[in-house]
């Protein structure tokens, strides 16, 4: 065993990637994940489990965030050098610019298509409601500029509250017998937490409609209805593609789906088996049939595209809007700006930053 191979990388994800980048390979014994499929990655060898005969003296980076059982499971297999995300940030700081230009996402290697001008910046500033919403916008284009530790956009604590149900912004939900629209439902994780708030205020949910297109979520979200009552609806299809597709390929992958843009139902005879055909919905349609009190959306990218089509909607109903803003690098400005300027500034706007890495950015658009 070669002496000099001391350090196995905990975690095979895109930030393990740039760190890879950013040390000398030569000093890396093993990568450790317990999910991936690969036996290896340049040349370093991939397990899926700790093995017996690893030295319990070697130094575990540790490349994931959020999950802080690692570190605890890490010490009672009897490893006592464990570094863990931000303290590599630190001594790898070149692995967080190699991460920021990975390309997924909001990360560009273009710098100049992260950031937005002054005058950009400081307008979003000037149109958000409250302190924690402008403290989270700045500390995020800080990190977008200057990629270090101590620019990291910290999310908030995932016990405070789930994902889209801020305490302190109290007119978020304040209807009662409303109609939500859930645009990429996923599996019905946010329908089932709209639920539960809903009935921990003793308000009810007139009408839920989720929008998905991943057949096996359609199929997860059709088992979990049956314990909800008889107001969800479920409409399998994609928003924000050009509706003049009749369809579009998707591969599915869990909860990192994709639906190729270009792609149209003509291409079916090329579909692989993780492929399927969705429907293009025509979202300005269903918007005046269901007339949404609440609408969220999380779509993979196509959130900016599919919130133009509803900019006629928004206009005239001033539904509340709970949107996803780090698909692309652009998103955390510009939707909030595109909803300002239609509704002639009758909205207030707040930022939460509830996931790692940059993600889960989301944007709470209340009507005034």
């Known amino acids: 065993m070669n002496s000099t191979k001391n350090l196995i990388i905990y975690g095979m994800g895109m930030y393990a990637k740039s760190l890879l980048k950013s040390i000398d390979k030569i000093n890396i014994y093993a990568i450790l994940d317990k999910f991936s499929k690969e036996k290896e990655y340049l040349g370093i060898p991939i397990f899926n489990e700790i093995q017996d005969n690893w030295h319990r003296n070697y130094e575990i980076l540790i490349t994931v965030l959020g999950y802080p059982g690692i570190k605890t499971h890490l010490l009672s297999k009897g490893f006592t050098k464990i570094i863990e995300p931000r303290e590599l940030f630190t001594k790898y700081p070149n692995s967080l610019k190699h991460f920021i230009a990975d390309g997924f996402m909001w990360r560009q290697k273009n710098k100049i298509t992260i950031i937005p001008s002054n005058d950009i910046k400081n307008k979003i500033i000037s149109l958000l409601a409250d302190q924690v919403s402008r403290d989270t916008f700045s500390k995020i284009i800080d990190f977008r500029n200057n990629p270090t530790a101590y620019n990291y956009p910290e999310p908030r604590e995932t016990n405070i509250y789930p994902m889209y149900f801020p305490k302190e912004i109290s007119k978020l939900y304040t209807k009662n017998d409303c109609t939500i629209l859930d645009i990429g439902a996923f599996d019905g994780d946010t329908m089932r937490d709209f639920y539960n708030?809903?009935?921990?205020?003793?308000?009810?949910?007139?009408?839920?409609?989720?929008?998905?297109?991943?057949?096996?979520?359609?199929?997860?979200?059709?088992?979990?209805?049956?314990?909800?009552?008889?107001?969800?609806?479920?409409?399998?299809?994609?928003?924000?593609?050009?509706?003049?597709?009749?369809?579009?390929?998707?591969?599915?992958?869990?909860?990192?789906?994709?639906?190729?843009?270009?792609?149209?139902?003509?291409?079916?005879?090329?579909?692989?088996?993780?492929?399927?055909?969705?429907?293009?919905?025509?979202?300005?349609?269903?918007?005046?049939?269901?007339?949404?009190?609440?609408?969220?959306?999380?779509?993979?990218?196509?959130?900016?595209?599919?919130?133009?089509?509803?900019?006629?909607?928004?206009?005239?109903?001033?539904?509340?809007?709970?949107?996803?803003?780090?698909?692309?690098?652009?998103?955390?400005?510009?939707m909030a700006l595109f909803i300002d300027k239609i509704s002639q500034s009758s909205y207030s706007f707040y930022i939460r930053q509830e996931g790692h890495w940059g993600l889960e950015t989301q944007l709470y658009a209340i009507y005034l």
């Open 197 to 334: 708030h809903y009935k921990s205020c003793k308000k009810t949910i007139k009408n839920y409609i989720c929008i998905e297109p991943e057949k096996n979520n359609i199929l997860k979200l059709r088992k979990l209805v049956k314990s909800f009552p008889s107001n969800v609806d479920i409409i399998q299809g994609v928003v924000g593609i050009n509706t003049q597709l009749k369809g579009v390929k998707m591969t599915s992958n869990d909860s990192a789906s994709r639906i190729q843009n270009n792609s149209s139902v003509n291409d079916a005879g090329d579909l692989d088996e993780n492929q399927n055909i969705v429907p293009v919905l025509d979202l300005k349609s269903i918007l005046c049939k269901l007339m949404p009190d609440t609408i969220k959306m999380d779509i993979e990218g196509s959130d900016n595209k599919a919130l133009r089509e509803m900019g006629d909607y928004i206009k005239d109903n001033k539904p509340n809007l709970l949107l996803s803003i780090y698909h692309n690098p652009e998103d955390l400005w510009d």
